[in-house]
């Protein structure tokens, strides 16, 4: 049973960085897909960024292009995300997500196409 654990969320001006981990455990496939989703309070489970096992797809949400950086360390089987010049909008839940193999049902912007989630982390961004 695939496992993944967040860590990195917290408080921070608006204008700053935070950098979040997710570290994944009992993964058997050799090729996944894995994301990280947001969800504020009231709103749906919004996608944010996605990367592949060999890191050669990765795609952003536009409200995060060009601020938000995913990037995986194959070694330690953890994913990354690297927020930068952070918005009080970015505040919400952040998840981390993976599928198994390479078929993402309904897409890899959508929540439905993955298996695994972490318990989330929290970002609050101060205006």
């Known amino acids: 049973q695939v496992q993944l654990v967040e860590s990195g969320g917290g408080l921070v001006q608006a204008g700053g960085s935070l950098r979040l981990s997710c570290a994944t455990s009992g993964r058997t496939f050799s090729w996944y897909v894995m994301g990280w989703f947001r969800q504020a309070p009231g709103k749906e489970r919004e996608f944010i960024a996605t990367?592949?096992?060999?890191?050669?797809?990765?795609y952003y949400a536009d409200s995060v292009k060009g601020r938000f950086t995913i990037s995986r360390d194959n070694a330690k089987n953890t994913i990354y995300l690297q927020m930068n010049s952070l918005k009080p909008e970015d505040t919400a839940v952040y998840y981390c997500?993976?599928?198994?193999?390479?078929?993402?049902?309904?897409?890899?912007?959508?929540?439905?196409?993955?298996?695994?989630w972490g318990q989330g982390t929290q970002v609050t961004v101060s205006s």
């Open positions: 997500a993976e599928v198994s193999g390479t078929y993402l049902r309904e897409g890899y912007y959508s929540h439905k196409s993955y298996d695994y």
């Open positions: 990367i592949n096992w060999s890191g050669g797809n990765i």
